[in-house]
């Protein structure tokens, strides 16, 4: 049997860390085709204005985001999370490792994100915004200079009603494209994988959004969603698997970190580098993050994503050159990981052509990590996380151990996905899985 024209053991010979995936051992994957920034640049026509662009949009509607979700108020409407430093779980890391880490480690705190309490809140928030905007302005309802406070009248309500958003999702794309097209008006779909957690569908039925539930799993529910969609010319696909809407959204993040940075003093060149680990599912968010990072820090960010040994399915989609042409399960792979975020059997083939060769390396880490990780983060720093946010942890660690060579001046910053959503009892339920496992 043949995958994307070579037989499994040409793969294997032609690569020997694909073995090591198959066998769902943690990996460290150092890229072969990471470029300059100068040669990495695509000449499809993605650039810094684009994200600029994106940027320039969200302070529109920011008066309006403040007004229809307090929690932003203070913020101005400009959904946004703090970067902390972790010394307590980088000196733990250091300790269990064995491995003294170069440099500070800090965590960047998606799951504190308003709104939705994930990563998704940058790229599905900005999306669901920009549909909007682009359906008032092209009905001739809204301007460019407008106030958009007035976006909360409800003839704009009615005017939103007669459209509907579908999207198909592990669960946090799903909530953060639920609660803000629901807030403005539209009629909202969420096509849910098997994976889904259930407190995730709860939350968003009782937000008044219609959840449809698959038996498969996450390309199945995206499949299912696009199908769906494309039969009504009044609903708009949110498609996680090639939108460069989401795409942008998510880079955003890179200009926002870099005013953080600087607010705290800390300096990024080439005798300070940039460490950024991300976790990856099917691509976007990471992706979006890197590529915005990669144009504001160009070589002196280093970026590398970070999956469940179960489901790295953009680390084979990178090895391979195949990108979304291969699945995990090509490779003997269950993509059964308790990290529902990331739990994707097949990347996308957008990022991965895009992302590719800015990227520094890509890591996988085993589920019951994820969870020591957790049960620590909580201890150590009382920063609370779901299981797929605890992904990017372990990569200072990584490439301490590599040939990066990090020095005491480099930055490591692991991004915290999500976990700001996550009810009580589930909580209380991870730590203690992740306590068990450390008695083990
Ligand atoms: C979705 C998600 C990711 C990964 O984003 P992708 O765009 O799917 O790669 C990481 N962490 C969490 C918590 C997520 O919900």
């Not at 996680?240 to 870099?258: H, I, M, P, Q, W």
């Amino acid at each position: 049997m043949e995958v994307a024209g070579k037989t499994i053991d040409e793969w294997t010979e032609a690569h020997p860390v694909i073995k090591e995936i198959m066998a769902a051992e943690e990996v460290f994957w150092e890229n072969p085709d990471y470029a300059q920034m100068n040669e990495a640049i695509s000449n499809n026509g993605l650039s810094m204005a684009d994200i600029r662009d994106a940027e320039a949009r969200l302070k529109r509607f920011a008066p309006y985001i403040a007004k229809v979700f307090p929690e932003t108020e203070a913020a101005g409407g400009i959904i946004e999370s703090p970067l902390k430093e972790i010394p307590a779980m980088k000196e733990w890391l250091e300790q269990e490792s064995g491995t003294e880490i170069p440099g500070r480690l800090m965590l960047k705190c998606d799951n504190q994100l308003p709104i939705s309490g994930s990563v998704k809140a940058r790229g599905g928030i900005y999306e669901v915004l920009k549909h909007a905007e682009d359906l008032a302005i092209s009905k001739g309802l809204l301007k460019e200079t407008d106030d958009y406070t007035s976006l909360t009248e409800p003839r704009f309500r009615d005017f939103f009603s007669g459209y509907s958003i579908t999207v198909g999702s592990t669960g946090n794309l799903g909530l953060s494209i639920g609660i803000m097209s629901a807030k403005m008006g539209f009629r909202v779909t969420v096509h849910m994988s098997a994976d889904a957690k259930e407190w995730k569908k709860n939350l968003l039925r009782e937000k008044g959004v219609q959840v449809v539930e698959h038996p498969d799993d996450y390309s199945k529910a995206v499949e299912e969603g696009r199908r769906q969609s494309e039969a009504d010319p009044n609903d708009h696909f949110v498609d996680d698997e090639n939108s460069r809407t989401l795409f942008f959204g998510y880079s955003v993040a890179a200009l926002r970190l870099k005013d953080q940075l600087e607010e705290q003093g800390i300096q990024v060149d080439a005798e300070h580098p940039l460490f950024v680990y991300l976790p990856c599912g099917v691509g976007g968010g990471p992706g979006g993050i890197a590529f915005g990072l990669k144009q504001v820090f160009g070589d002196h960010a280093h970026c590398f994503f970070a999956e469940p040994t179960h489901a790295p399915c953009m680390l084979l989609g990178l090895v391979t050159g195949k990108h979304d042409e291969v699945s995990v399960r090509d490779f003997g792979l269950d993509n059964k990981t308790d990290a529902d975020g990331l739990a994707v059997g097949r990347p996308s083939g957008f990022v991965g052509r895009e992302v590719g060769k800015l990227l520094a390396g890509s890591f996988t880490v085993r589920d019951e990590e994820l969870y020591r990780l957790l049960t620590k983060m909580s201890e150590l720093e009382n920063i609370r996380l779901e299981p797929s946010a605890l992904a990017g942890v372990p990569g200072a660690v990584r490439v301490a151990r590599s040939g990066f060579n990090p020095t005491p001046e480099a930055v490591h910053i692991a991004w915290a996905t999500g976990g700001g959503m996550v009810p009580e009892d589930v909580m209380s339920a991870d730590i203690r899985k992740g306590r068990e496992s450390q008695m083990r």
